[in-house]
């Protein structure tokens, strides 16, 4: 007989001027309490899993760094939208800002960066903005975690610093456990 049921696991980070040199693992792919539970209550059947990740959100307010500007000038005359998008980013990579990397690892291969994403004072217009880190590991709506593989995030100076003062990046990741049970 099979069975089938899921369960839905977030988690958030806060990263602040207290905490923010210490690479975070958002979960850890062994973080699966669900399956633990029906291995216990059904010993004898093959319990099948899968953890895939629906969300990973950034919350930004950073304020010790001066205001980034978008640069309108540089954009006048431009009809291209790659051209344009290029051309922020550029902007931005060259604006002061932080950074924060999305690491990945299976195992005990060593970590790799996967994306990385600037982080800049948008002003008190804006004062906190959201960021989508899913796209750095996929362009599909999920992304599946294979067995022993871990995501982490980790502010790196960008030649600004870390976060001070009351700068703070929240994290909130939300996933999706799939389980199968065959008895």
Do not use: C
């Not at 988690?11 to 693992?25: A, D, G, H």
């Not at 948008?122 to 903005?129: A, I, T």
């Not at 995501?151 to 003062?165: E, F, P, V």
């Amino acid at each position: 007989m099979l069975t089938a049921t899921s369960e839905s696991l977030k988690t958030q980070i806060l990263f602040n001027s207290s905490n923010s040199s210490t690479p975070q693992t958002i979960l850890p792919s062994t973080a699966t309490p669900l399956k633990a539970s029906l291995e216990t209550k059904y010993p004898s059947a093959l319990v099948q899993s899968q953890l895939e990740i629906t969300q990973l959100d950034l919350r930004v307010k950073i304020s010790s760094i001066a205001e980034y500007t978008l640069p309108t000038t540089a954009l006048d005359g431009i009809s291209s939208p790659v051209l344009i998008n290029k051309d922020l980013l550029v902007s931005l990579w060259n604006s002061p800002r932080k950074q924060i990397d999305v690491l990945h690892q299976i195992s005990s291969n060593p970590q790799r960066v996967r994306g990385s994403l600037s982080l800049v004072n948008r002003g008190s217009s804006e004062l906190y903005y959201l960021e989508d880190l899913l796209t750095t590991l996929t362009t599909e709506i999920r992304y599946p975690l294979t067995e022993g593989e871990d995501i982490m995030l980790s502010l790196t100076d960008a030649g600004y610093g870390l976060l001070t003062g009351s700068d703070e990046v929240l994290f909130t990741g939300v996933f999706t456990h799939y389980l199968g049970i065959i008895e």
